[in-house]
């Protein structure tokens, strides 16, 4: 005879067994932005049980425009919520229709420029929204009897420990030393949540990761404004004496590693990601345009190279970011399939092949910012 409590008890030692725990329903916060919208494609693609509720605020940075490509049985298992992390009326209602099993909270404003004109806006995403999922959370979890296989997996970045000098990585034991106010909110986020484990118990995983690149990601940062600004023939504003340095991973190798850490990571555990590809500002231009020239068959006298521009260096602007993953590594199995070279060209290609999307994207909020803080 069936006996649902002695398969259930099988299926879960297997999963353990493969190191994989069963999960079915998934509420990811701020998947039409960059990375979280590359995490459910890769999901839906990947996880073919899994129904995906996508609570997302649809700012500036997020985009419906992201799910176009998907082939109709996999969007029937994603649906778009568009509401914000700060609405707690809004969260509970969530919770009470969906059994949830995991939270994967990408929600937040992320451009360290942006928050230097808005620190309070940066506050009440960041931090009080993820007070608010947290709380939230919580109540459903206590609700559902404090399951232990549940998870809260809080995506953070390597910038809360503050920038590095010529030597050493950034690991989970540096100290956290936040320069912008963008790193400052980030970082009270990651306390609240070890906040809520060490308090509640609920199963919260930090994993902080370095510099993401690649296709979906809003042309204010640093590799797909140049890319559009490569394509335009326009300056390439390069701040202070490009010699800061970043950690760059490619965004699906990111995606992989937060997959990882659901399925095998321990609550209360932090994880440090990143790909080991340190390069400069400098480096990082050049090795574009050289490759946005081959590709738009530029000849010597257009090389994109003479469009780099040295401006005004950003306030507080940290030196260098590097990460020690081994942890990640060691622990969890996981490791980077792309080199730089690789993710980049995977990252030019798809710009270009995107041209639709391109140009939705530079036609609105896109072009105020470049006309507000490069006047070009
Ligand atoms: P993004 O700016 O591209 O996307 C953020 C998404 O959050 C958007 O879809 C936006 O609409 C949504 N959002 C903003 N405020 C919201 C609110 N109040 N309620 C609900 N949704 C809201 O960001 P991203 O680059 O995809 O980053 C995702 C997460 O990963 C962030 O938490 C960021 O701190 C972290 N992170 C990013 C990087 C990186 O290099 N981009 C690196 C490490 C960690
Ligand atoms: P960015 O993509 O904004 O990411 P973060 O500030 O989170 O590291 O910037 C990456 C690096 O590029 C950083 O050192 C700042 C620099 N940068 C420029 O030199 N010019 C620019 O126009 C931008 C947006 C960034």
């Not at 993401?212 to 990601?217: A, F, L, R």
């Not at 340190?278 to 490759?291: I, M, P, Y």
Request: with cysteine.
């Amino acid at each position: 005879m069936f006996n649902r409590h002695t398969w259930l008890a099988t299926k879960k030692k297997e999963c353990y067994g493969q190191g994989i725990m069963q999960k079915n329903n998934i509420m990811v916060t701020g998947g039409a932005g960059f990375i979280g919208a590359n995490f459910i494609l890769k999901c839906l693609n990947e996880r073919p049980h899994w129904n995906i509720v996508n609570l997302d605020a649809l700012t500036y940075a997020g985009n419906p425009g992201n799910f176009l490509e998907l082939a109709p049985d996999l969007a029937a298992r994603h649906s778009l919520v568009h509401g914000n992390i700060c609405d707690a009326r809004l969260l509970d209602s969530l919770f009470t229709r969906t059994p949830f099993d995991a939270v994967i909270h990408f929600a937040a404003e992320t451009h360290v420029d942006r928050s230097i004109g808005d620190p309070l806006g940066f506050a009440a995403t960041n931090v009080m929204g993820a007070c608010t999922l947290l709380e939230a959370v919580k109540k459903y979890w206590e609700r559902r009897g404090c399951h232990e296989d549940f998870r809260f997996i809080h995506v953070s970045t390597d910038e809360v420990f503050g920038s590095l000098g010529s030597e050493g990585l950034f690991s989970e034991s540096s100290p956290y030393d936040p320069s912008s106010p963008y790193s400052a909110s980030k970082a009270a986020s990651d306390h609240f949540v070890r906040a809520y484990f060490r308090t509640y118990g609920l199963p919260c995983i930090v994993s902080n990761c370095s510099n993401n690149y690649g296709p979906y990601q809003f042309p204010e940062k640093l590799i797909p404004l140049l890319i559009l600004r490569i394509m335009e023939e326009k300056p390439l504003p390069i701040y202070g004496d490009g010699q800061n340095v970043r950690d760059w991973l490619y965004v699906a190798d990111h995606c992989q590693a937060l997959l990882n850490i659901l399925d095998k990571g321990s609550p209360g555990q932090t994880y440090t990601i990143g790909g080991g590809q340190e390069l400069s500002n400098l480096e990082v231009v050049t090795a574009l345009c050289d490759l946005m020239d081959s590709r738009l068959n530029r000849t010597r006298a257009r090389a994109s190279k003479r469009l780099i521009t040295l401006v005004k260096d950003r306030p507080g602007h940290d030196r260098r970011y590097a990460m020690d993953a081994s942890k990640i590594r060691n622990e969890l199995g996981w490791t980077p399939a792309h080199s730089f070279a690789q993710g980049l060209e995977a990252t030019v290609d798809w710009y270009l092949s995107h041209q639709v999307w391109v140009d939705q994207v530079r036609s609105g909020e896109y072009h105020k910012w470049e006309k507000v803080h490069y006047k070009s």
